[in-house]
């Protein structure tokens, strides 16, 4: 079984900076597609951004554009998402999740096979 687990979430000032963590547990993890996720209380959950396998593609969402950046290190089988700017709005639970087929369906949660338990992040104002 695969369980991506996240790390590095906590609480932050606004315009501070935290590296959220992803290890997955996964022997072709150089294959997956690994995206991170948001959902904030009340609101549906958003792909935040994704990389392809090879890293050379990635996807963000509008909002955060310019602030955080993804990565992906195949070697440890860890990918991260490196939040810069934090706003109060970036307050949400960070999922990280991995897609086996290795596709550019970014945005599409269907297109993920296995999810983190989350981890909290709280800007505060």
């Known amino acids: 079984q695969v369980h991506p687990v996240e790390s590095g979430g906590g609480l932050v000032p606004a315009g501070g900076s935290l590296r959220l963590s992803c290890a997955a547990s996964?022997?072709?993890?150089?294959?997956?597609?690994m995206g991170w996720f948001r959902q904030a209380p009340g609101k549906e959950r958003e792909t935040v951004a994704a990389?392809?396998?090879?890293?050379?593609?990635?996807y963000y969402a509008d909002s955060v554009k310019g602030r955080f950046t993804i990565s992906r290190d195949n070697a440890k089988n860890t990918v991260y998402l490196q939040m810069n700017s934090l706003k109060p709005e970036d307050t949400a639970v960070y999922y990280c999740?991995?897609?086996?087929?290795?596709?550019?369906?970014?945005?599409?949660?269907?297109?993920?096979?296995?999810w983190g338990q989350g981890t909290q992040v709280t800007v505060s104002s």
């Open positions: 996964i022997r072709t993890f150089s294959s997956y597609t």
């Open positions: 999740a991995a897609d086996r087929d290795g596709s550019n369906d970014y945005i599409n949660h269907r297109a993920y096979d296995y």
């Open positions: 990389i392809m396998w090879h890293g050379r593609s990635t």
